[in-house]
């Protein structure tokens, strides 16, 4: 069997639409049922017929409903009973309506065909739609009989689950960091820097030797206080008392010889000759 392949080429697509048999143009000429007729047939659209009650919903003549007079398959148009319009020379021909702009209000049921093709759809489509009521009742009525112990039982299980997974999640966490921290000391341990480092471990561990225990203890020259340089302060304080008297004898030797060197200075230094003051007597001369 050859498949059918899809044609997005416009030309192509009207030629099979125009040039299309006539169990296609049937399909073609569908249009939406009434929502109220869809509800009770369980079908959302179908092929206009001779016949079947419609109404307009688009276009000039919008909420006009008639009877169908005829179907043209050759032009894809219905006609109308009463839906007329008058020409130049005065007759009066049918307007032809696209079904897609049309709405099926009531259908003609004077075939058995059109009677079998109903009862099909629906025996297909009635299942999917019955499914969920069927399963809703019966929850309805497992719901009804123990609603409390289920409800408990259902938050018994959340709250175990809660509890369950933070638990989890922190072992497992932790086995992952153990893990981790292994392998980085191992992989430490095996480079050259670190081998290195344990080599000259023993030499490095040495202490010095401890000196022979005396009465003072040593004290840093860095670290010494005030404290600790008061007493030695205080023992060389008597050899600086001793040598304070030599400088008070001096001190005191000093006055005794200042006159002695002040009447010298006076005799090297000359008086200044005193002036010849005329007396009042030699005054003009004489």
């Not at 739609?129 to 018994?156: D, L, N």
Request: net charge positive; no cysteine.
């Amino acid at each position: 069997m050859q498949k059918t392949r899809p044609v997005k080429n416009p030309r192509k697509q009207r030629k099979r639409f125009f040039n299309a048999p006539a169990h296609l143009r049937h399909r073609f000429m569908s249009a939406p049922l009434s929502k109220e007729l869809a509800a009770s047939r369980g079908v959302r659209s179908l092929p206009v017929r001779k016949g079947d009650t419609v109404r307009i919903m688009r276009g000039d003549n919008k909420g006009f409903e008639g009877k169908v007079s005829r179907v043209a398959l050759n032009e894809y148009r219905i006609y109308m009973e009463g839906l007329t319009r008058e020409k130049v020379d005065g007759t009066n021909i049918f307007l032809p309506i696209h079904p897609s702009k049309v709405q099926i209000r009531t259908l003609n049921l004077d075939d058995k065909w059109r009677k079998d093709i109903l009862a099909r759809k629906k025996a297909i489509e009635k299942p999917e739609e019955e499914k969920p009521k069927a399963m809703t009742a019966k929850k309805a009525e497992e719901a009804a009989e123990k609603p409390e112990e289920k409800v408990k039982v259902v938050k018994e299980k959340k709250t175990k689950k809660k509890a369950e997974k933070p638990a989890k999640e922190a072992m497992l966490e932790a086995a992952k960091e153990e893990a981790l921290a292994e392998e980085v000391e191992e992989a430490l341990k095996e480079t050259p820097a670190a081998k290195k480092a344990q080599a000259q471990k023993p030499a490095a561990a040495k202490k010095p030797a401890k000196k022979p225990a005396t009465g003072k203890e040593e004290v840093p020259e860095e670290k010494v206080t005030e404290e600790q340089v008061a007493p030695a302060a205080i023992e060389n304080a008597p050899a600086k008392k001793a040598a304070k008297p030599k400088a008070a004898a001096e001190k005191t030797a000093e006055p005794d010889e200042a006159p002695a060197k002040k009447a010298a200075a006076k005799k090297a230094t000359a008086k200044p000759r005193a002036k010849h003051k005329a007396s009042e007597e030699t005054e003009g001369g004489e």
